[in-house]
């Protein structure tokens, strides 16, 4: 009898094991994307008439349901992006018994390294990644890039790459603009034929070669690191291919066919219209229901924003909407204005155009290097972020390349300091915000001790040590701390020492002086900034 138990029980986990064996399930870093390919019917129009659907859970956690999409040639695709590890089982639904009722698991590892997963909201301004890593948004614009010759996207993934960016403002419609004409290659609807010399759409199908090709470029931006801020509607068409003046259904069909297809990329913004109040046939109450349709569609909570003409601002307290997208250069032109639109605003403040570098003679296009670096950091001061651009065209009338338009190479100067900027974000504690907000517009902190103090424009030769007896939220400056100083130069990318430290004393009329009344001695030159930091012992 015992020798019976034996076999039976090496039988039991010999049979377990082969279970085990046949019943590996796939591998998914966390934040990756994992898909289930089904093979169904091409009759009839699938994009419209088949509904495909699947849950996926964790034993005992919650259940993510997501839609799938017809990729074409009967194929259909879910995806599902994997925010936590662990065993995931997922079950499709349709209205097709072919593509109902299969089953299946995953199992979610440990991150890839250097992936940090979806960039979510913070706090009341500022942003982080899933992983907790504070993300502070340095973006930049080539809004039509994906439209343009297959070289010149090359070109403008290398450039992207020195710059070192980590936000890019793209559209998925092509653009008909003064500067931006020419035709794309491929369409988001099927072309039914030519009038006119025209295309003609089906905008009940899509072209799913486009939105594949769409797919690849947000992924090599993901492999840079970048952001994909999608603007997924815009006015420049004028009729041209119509995309700007589509039927309710159609704009219906086609953001829940995109957020299907693109919900499981973790770069993913969505930017629900560019100078939205320029496009004619939409109104404010149907920009309102699209967001509820992005955000509806979305499983995941992508970033999801609105952007309007100068000083048009959306509602933004809509609970939809994650941040701002503003374009408006006035509150970066001059200290103290950002922060008014920060404290209006209970989200993060993006002020995504306040004019670009460049040469053109549009009034919007003509910033100086140095100005347009001098306004991004205008924003980071008050607590805000904002997006850089770049209009240079050197043959008047012709057709070249403009970054803000088409990617391709960079011409200005702005970009070459990306990177130095970035540098110095990286190394805060804690996001910028103004120490005293009302009474000193010039002095951040980042936390206990942590000044960054940016003197823009104005030259001088010395500065007397100072700071405010609030610290925002933090703690406030104790008389008899030791500080020192290190001089930023944010155009020629330096940092330098001061030697010594400064001792605090008692506050004087909400300002703590160095007990000794020392001075720091500055080099004549704009766009200075001073961090000051609490000594060593």
Same mark, same amino acid.
């Given at each position: ?177 003064? &500067?931006?004409?020419?035709?794309? %290659?491929?369409?988001?609807? =099927?072309?039914?034929? *030519?009038?006119? $010399?025209?295309?003609? /759409? @089906? ?17 090599? &931006?993901?492999?840079?690191?970048? %952001?994909?801020?999608?603007? =997924?509607?815009?006015? *420049?068409?004028? $009729?041209?291919?119509? /995309? @700007? ?32 109040? *320029? ?6 109450? @149907? ?40 374009? @408006? ?209």
């Amino acid at each position: 009898m015992k020798l019976f138990r034996k076999i039976v029980w090496c039988m039991a986990c010999l049979s377990a094991s082969v279970w085990r064996l046949g019943a590996q399930v796939t591998e998914i870093p966390q934040w990756e994307r994992f898909e289930v390919v089904l093979q169904g019917t091409a009759e009839g129009n699938p994009f419209r008439d088949v509904c495909l659907h699947a849950d996926f859970w964790q034993q005992g956690g919650d259940t993510v349901g997501v839609r799938g999409f017809y990729d074409g040639d009967g194929r259909y695709v879910i995806r599902f992006m994997p925010t936590l590890p662990g065993v995931w089982h997922y079950a499709t639904t349709s209205n097709v018994p072919a593509l109902a009722g299969q089953r299946g698991s995953l199992e979610c590892v440990a991150a890839a390294a250097g992936s940090h997963g979806l960039v979510r909201v913070r706090d009341a301004h500022s942003f982080m990644y899933a992983d907790s890593t504070v993300y502070y948004p340095v973006g930049t614009t080539a809004y039509a890039w994906t439209h343009m010759p297959q070289p010149v996207q090359e070109k403008t993934l290398r450039s992207l790459e020195k710059a070192r960016f980590n936000k890019l403002r793209m559209c998925v419609f092509p653009k008909n603009y003064g &500067l931006c004409k020419e035709e794309p %290659e491929i369409y988001p609807f =099927l072309v039914e034929g *030519y009038a006119g $010399g025209k295309p003609v /759409f @089906d905008f009940t199908r899509f072209d799913p070669a486009f939105f594949r090709h769409l797919e690849k470029r947000i992924d090599d &931006l993901r492999r840079l690191g970048i %952001e994909a801020d999608l603007i =997924l509607f815009h006015p *420049y068409d004028k $009729g041209r291919w119509g /995309f @700007d003046s589509l039927p309710a259904e159609v704009n219906t069909a086609y953001v829940e066919y995109l957020v299907a297809r693109l919900a499981a990329f973790s770069n993913v913004w969505w930017s629900l219209a560019n100078e939205y109040d *320029y496009v004619a046939s939409k109104t404010e109450e @149907d920009w309102k229901a699209l967001i509820r349709t992005v955000a509806a569609s979305d499983s995941y909570g992508h970033l999801c924003s609105i952007h309007g003409s100068t000083a048009t601002y959306f509602p933004y307290w809509m609970k939809e909407l994650t941040h701002t997208s503003i374009q @408006d250069e006035a509150p970066v032109e001059d200290f103290g204005r950002a922060a008014i639109v920060r404290s209006i605003y209970r989200k993060p403040v993006v002020f995504d155009e306040v004019c670009y570098e460049g040469n053109l003679a549009s009034r919007w296009g003509r910033l100086s290097g140095p100005e347009m670096l001098h306004r991004i950091w205008q924003g980071l001061i008050a607590g805000t972020y904002v997006t850089h651009g770049e209009c240079y065209q050197w043959n008047a009338g012709s057709m070249d390349t403009i970054f803000w338009a088409k990617g391709g190479e960079w011409r200005g100067e702005s970009w070459k300091r990306i990177a130095f900027t970035r540098s110095l974000l990286d190394l805060l504690p804690n996001p910028l915000q103004l120490a005293d907000v009302s009474r000193d517009h010039r002095t951040a902190t980042a936390g206990d001790d942590y000044y960054l103090i940016y003197f823009g424009r104005q030259m001088q030769d010395e500065w007397q040590f100072n700071l405010p007896a609030k610290n925002a939220s933090y703690r406030k400056v104790k008389p008899g701390t030791k500080y020192r100083v290190e001089i930023i130069d944010t155009w020629n990318m330096t940092v330098t020492a001061y030697p010594g430290t400064f001792e605090v004393g008692k506050a004087v009329d909400y300002r703590h002086y160095d007990v000794n009344r020392r001075k720091v001695r500055l080099p004549l030159l704009p766009y200075l900034m001073l961090r000051v930091t609490a000594a060593e012992e």
